[in-house]
């Protein structure tokens, strides 16, 4: 597969301030339009074989939070798996606490990590665990007279404040650059509140947590597949967007595909965070695969029906997959949310996949992912504990 021209564009646009993840992700988007088959739709017969619990399809707008976006959604999954009401969580939320340590984290380090509004599986868990969550009713994020996230202005703001600390000019730093840096930040998605009322009783963000979403956030484990590391321990995950350097449990590429199996089938849906960035991931169409022959040696014609019905893939090896994140054709651009298992016409399976660019697109907001690109393309995975099949959760201890 090429996405050289893309990711080349997409690693240049970091280096502008403000142009970090929310530009990326427009970037992206607007990268994948012509990734379509003209009869894509009416060549794929699916037919669904488990369809779990979630809450509708949501849009991120022009931020990079799709980090949020997706592990929110799979909260909200949680509620209605433990027989609650669920409630639209506010992903929003999540990435303000993410955005205020991810700036203290920066400082930290001199300037030397990923700033952006990028992230990663395992903070909405970690934002859930310290700080709690709210309803998306209490706290939109949209506190600067738009409809839908836009957080261009606001990046350029927050990291032009974080440069400015990190200069050092008094030759020691305050404390007050804190308090300043939050301010920007809360200027434009607005203050957290500090108690708040739903359905008539009043919570803080931790009890609303713990009284209404009632998970445990312990109960979740990170997964990922390196052959830089020994398997079944963890790995410190190296890509970008993994700014508070979180570990994830090491396995071998076909656990993962065994792990979301197992959790589907006993009623788990999974956070997934992957690269989009291909020219056999259609978002027009909800289909994506990895085909057997290279972009570029594909014939007009071959091109024009990459979507056009199941097509035939190569098997995914560990040195296939490994190669991809060495040479930067896989990149931790994305995250979405497995909610389900279907079939296509020949009987190969297909994950079902809940993204966050709102219902535009063939299946209203869904996809359907073959097992060979989720083995081939994935940063990450989170899932409940429970969800592990039996052998694996043995040998990572947990």
């Given amino acids: 597969m ?3 021209s893309f990711k080349s564009v997409l690693a ?28 894509s739709k009416e060549n794929f017969k699916f037919t669904e074989v488990i369809n779990l619990g979630t809450t509708s399809v949501k849009l991120q707008g022009s931020s990079g939070t799709c980090w949020s976006y997706s592990t929110n959604s799979f909260l909200e ?6 027989g609650k009401q669920p409630v639209e969580l506010s992903q929003i939320f999540s990435a303000r606490n993410v955005y205020v340590e991810k700036g203290i984290n920066y400082v930290r380090m001199h300037g030397a990590v990923t700033l952006g509004d990028g992230g990663a599986l395992h903070d909405v868990i970690n934002m859930y665990k310290k700080y709690g969550t709210v309803p998306r009713e209490v706290y939109t ?3 600067y007279g738009t409809d839908k996230n836009k957080f261009g202005e606001m990046a350029a703001l927050i990291e032009g404040v974080l440069a400015a ?22 200027s434009y998605l607005g203050t957290v509140p500090e108690n708040f009322t739903y359905k008539g009783k009043s919570y803080t963000p931790q009890s609303f947590a713990k009284e209404v979403v009632g998970i445990n956030p312990d109960e979740y484990v990170e997964i990922s597949s390196f052959t830089t590391s020994p398997y079944y ?11 508070s350097f979180d570990q994830v449990y090491n396995v071998k590429v076909n656990d993962m595909t065994d792990v979301i199996d197992n959790a589907l089938k ?12 291909e020219k056999s991931f259609s978002w027009k169409n909800g289909v994506a695969y990895v085909p057997t022959k290279k972009f570029d040696d594909m014939s007009a014609e071959e091109k024009a029906d990459m979507f056009n019905g199941p097509k035939a893939e190569p098997e995914i090896t560990p040195e296939m997959r490994q190669t991809a994140f060495d040479n930067y054709t896989t990149t931790d651009d994305h995250g979405m949310h497995i909610i389900g298992l279907a079939k296509d016409q020949t009987g190969k399976e297909y994950y079902i996949v809940k993204n966050s660019w709102g219902a535009t697109n063939d299946y209203k907001g869904y996809l359907f992912v073959t097992k060979n690109f989720v083995k081939y393309k994935t940063t990450a995975l989170l899932v409940n504990k429970g969800g592990i ?10």
Avoid: H
């Avoid at 600390?165 to 809360?186: C, F, H, R, S």
């Avoid at 099949?389 to 947990?398: N, R």
């Fill in 2 to 4: 090429n996405t050289f």
């Fill in 12 to 39: 240049a646009s970091v280096f502008f301030v403000g142009a970090t993840s929310c530009f990326a992700q427009d970037i992206l988007v607007n990268s994948l339009k012509l990734n379509a088959s003209e009869k």
């Fill in 77 to 82: 999954s949680e509620m209605i798996r433990l």
């Fill in 141 to 143: 994020g949209l506190n």
């Fill in 165 to 186: 600390v990190v200069k050092n000019p008094n030759g020691e730093l305050t404390p007050n650059w804190q308090k300043a840096y939050a301010a920007v930040i809360d």
């Fill in 233 to 243: 321990q963890k790995t410190t995950m190296m890509v970008p967007d993994n700014w």
């Fill in 266 to 277: 006993k009623g788990y849906t999974v956070a997934w965070a992957t690269d989009v960035s």
């Fill in 389 to 398: 099949p039996t052998e694996i959760a043995k040998k990572l201890g947990v």
